[in-house]
């Protein structure tokens, strides 16, 4: 068992948004490739440099992973390679097909950026602390701990209606996470949506709200 750490859910948090919010403008590319395993083999360099993100399940031999549980994702920066780590290793000549996103995004962490184009997402990390497992609480491999995490997302467009539906959309998203089944989420809450109308510095119409997550870390 690989340790995780905080960043790696997070990121998955990232990847879950972006594959379900659909992005008005169209930015970026979407791509489906098949790999065909060696034997044993866990690792797959994907094709395209500037990997936004990758599918929350893929498929090995038509059996459908999930991230998380059957797979990690390590990004490349920059135009650094993106790598698949696969927690079991595949069969010789089994497919792994992998749909991935890269280019522009639509979400992104922090403002790291003004001048991308509208509509935008942030994902904002606020607070988070540790909650420690009880002894009777099953948990794989039985070493870890609950780690509760709360985040701010905001929306912004030149467009009020645009952003409205936006911000409708990521709040359904946020609450219906842990009903995926996807990286050992406990608990998912979405709530304080603001709306703040149009900031004429920014020059976008600005919605806000907050979301809390627990997850389920591992540790070694």
Same mark, same amino acid.
């Given at each position: 068992?690989?340790?995780?750490?905080?960043?790696?859910?997070?990121?998955?948090? *990232?990847?879950? *948004?972006?594959?379900?919010?659909?992005?008005?403008?169209? %930015?970026?590319? $979407? &791509?489906?490739? #098949?790999? #065909?395993?060696?034997?044993?083999?866990?690792?797959?360099?994907? $094709?395209?440099q500037l990997v936004k993100n990758v599918a929350d399940t893929i498929t090995v031999n038509a059996?459908?992973?999930? !991230?998380?549980?059957?797979?990690?994702?390590?990004?490349?920066?920059? !135009?650094?390679? #993106? &790598?698949?780590?696969?927690?079991?290793?595949?069969?010789? @000549?089994?497919?792994?097909?992998?749909?991935?996103?890269? @280019?522009?995004?639509?979400?992104?962490?922090?403002?790291?950026?003004? +001048?991308? #184009?509208?509509?935008?997402?942030?994902?904002?990390?606020?607070?988070?602390?540790?909650?420690?497992?009880?002894?009777? +609480?099953?948990?794989?491999?039985? !070493? @870890?701990?609950?780690? $509760?995490?709360?985040?701010? &997302?905001? &929306?912004?467009? %030149?467009?009020?209606? %645009?952003? %409205?539906? *936006?911000?409708?959309?990521?709040?359904?998203?946020?609450?219906?996470?842990?009903?995926?089944?996807?990286?050992?989420?406990?608990?998912?809450?979405? @709530?304080?949506?603001?709306?703040?109308?149009? +900031?004429? +510095? !920014?020059?976008?119409?600005?919605?806000?709200?907050?979301?809390?997550?627990?997850?389920?870390?591992?540790?070694?």
């Amino acid at each position: 068992m690989a340790e995780e750490y905080i960043y790696e859910r997070e990121r998955d948090l *990232l990847d879950y *948004l972006r594959n379900n919010l659909t992005d008005p403008e169209s %930015r970026g590319t $979407n &791509i489906t490739e #098949t790999h #065909t395993a060696t034997a044993g083999q866990t690792e797959f360099i994907l $094709n395209h440099q500037l990997v936004k993100n990758v599918a929350d399940t893929i498929t090995v031999n038509a059996v459908t992973k999930r !991230k998380g549980y059957d797979y990690t994702v390590e990004y490349g920066e920059g !135009k650094e390679s #993106t &790598i698949l780590t696969l927690k079991v290793g595949a069969t010789v @000549g089994h497919a792994v097909v992998i749909t991935y996103h890269y @280019g522009s995004s639509l979400i992104e962490r922090e403002f790291s950026r003004t +001048d991308t #184009t509208l509509p935008r997402v942030v994902m904002m990390f606020l607070i988070g602390e540790e909650d420690f497992a009880a002894l009777g +609480d099953i948990m794989e491999f039985g !070493k @870890g701990s609950y780690f $509760n995490v709360s985040f701010r &997302i905001e &929306i912004r467009d %030149r467009y009020a209606n %645009r952003a %409205r539906i *936006l911000a409708s959309q990521a709040f359904n998203l946020f609450r219906k996470l842990r009903q995926q089944s996807l990286y050992r989420t406990n608990i998912t809450r979405a @709530g304080s949506v603001q709306n703040f109308d149009y +900031d004429r +510095d !920014k020059e976008a119409y600005i919605w806000q709200f907050t979301g809390d997550v627990q997850w389920e870390i591992l540790y070694e």
